[in-house]
């Protein structure tokens, strides 16, 4: 099976409302995946790796996406953010009608994280937060993202950057106002606060660049880094640096942060 192959399986898979047999075709692409097999050419050998540690929730949702982000001809000519807009509704539409045949949708996703786990105990930008025990379980917006393609990456990026603070995706949903979440855990870390100074130096040691103080901002050629502040950036007692969120991408020309990385699609499949 050849890359194009595969890319029409999964729309096939889609197009026919996710049948029994397209489920299990998804869990056996979803396992080739979390075991090296099915290579996405989208991330490093180490980014998959911080994919797979999502869980097969997030590997199949990736997928999902990367199927619904492939050209399509009848948006052609289309301005960019349009076309963008239009590839985010095909994404959202797909996870969602898969994730509601799996069981890993919540329809009003706050009213259900506030019934489980209680009143929110954090609310930033693109997340409301909640507690749970050892671990905090967040529901992540789109605002910061448009397409939930690269809103995934965000948590893939993540996890294979800072693997202490891993997120595992749990499922999806949509919030009161209609906005589709991402639902994730995370662990729970206790740290102190850190300086800017500091944040810097710890960036700079992994091989990251300041690009602007104003908002954090942090770069690779490959990686763009930004909201690294200090509420993000927690230092345990014994030094260890703990980085529990911040917005992560594949840094592209388009983000006019030195980025040389192209957005690839292509798969190999060692079947």
């Known amino acids: 099976m050849n890359s194009a192959d595969f890319w029409t399986s999964v729309r096939n898979i889609i197009d026919d409302g996710f049948t029994s047999e397209g489920l299990q075709q998804l869990d056996y692409y979803a396992e080739l995946f979390i075991r090296g097999r099915l290579i996405y050419k989208r991330f490093s050998p180490q980014e998959q790796h911080g994919c797979s540690k999502g869980g097969a929730v997030h590997v199949i949702a990736s997928l999902l996406a990367g199927a619904e982000n492939c050209p399509d001809s009848e948006l052609e000519g289309r301005e960019e953010f349009k076309r963008e807009l239009k590839y985010a509704e095909?994404?959202?539409r797909a996870i969602e009608k898969w994730a509601r045949i799996v069981n890993v949708w919540y329809d009003d996703v706050d009213r259900f994280l506030n019934h489980t786990f209680g009143e929110q105990i954090a609310e930033g930008g693109e997340a409301n937060v909640?507690?749970?025990g050892n671990f905090l379980v967040k529901s992540i917006g789109l605002d910061y993202f448009i397409q939930p393609i690269l809103a995934l990456d965000r948590i893939t990026l993540h996890n294979t950057y800072f693997?202490?603070?891993s997120m595992k995706v749990l499922g999806f949903g949509r919030d009161s106002n209609d906005e589709f979440k991402i639902i994730v855990e995370q662990p729970f870390i206790q740290g102190l606060r850190m300086t800017d100074e500091?944040?810097?130096t710890f960036m700079s040691n992994m091989g990251f660049v300041l690009m602007n103080r104003k908002n954090w901002t942090y770069a690779t050629p490959k990686i763009y880094l930004s909201d690294m502040h200090d509420e993000n950036v927690l230092c345990s007692e014994n030094g260890t640096v703990f980085v529990v969120d911040?917005?992560?991408?594949?840094?592209t020309p388009k983000l006019r942060n030195n980025g040389i990385r192209l957005l690839n699609n292509n798969v190999v499949i060692d079947i």
């Open 163 to 165: 693997s202490e603070t």
């Open 198 to 200: 500091e944040i810097e």
């Open 130 to 132: 909640y507690d749970h």
């Open 90 to 92: 095909k994404q959202t």
């Open 246 to 251: 911040c917005d992560i991408r594949i840094n």
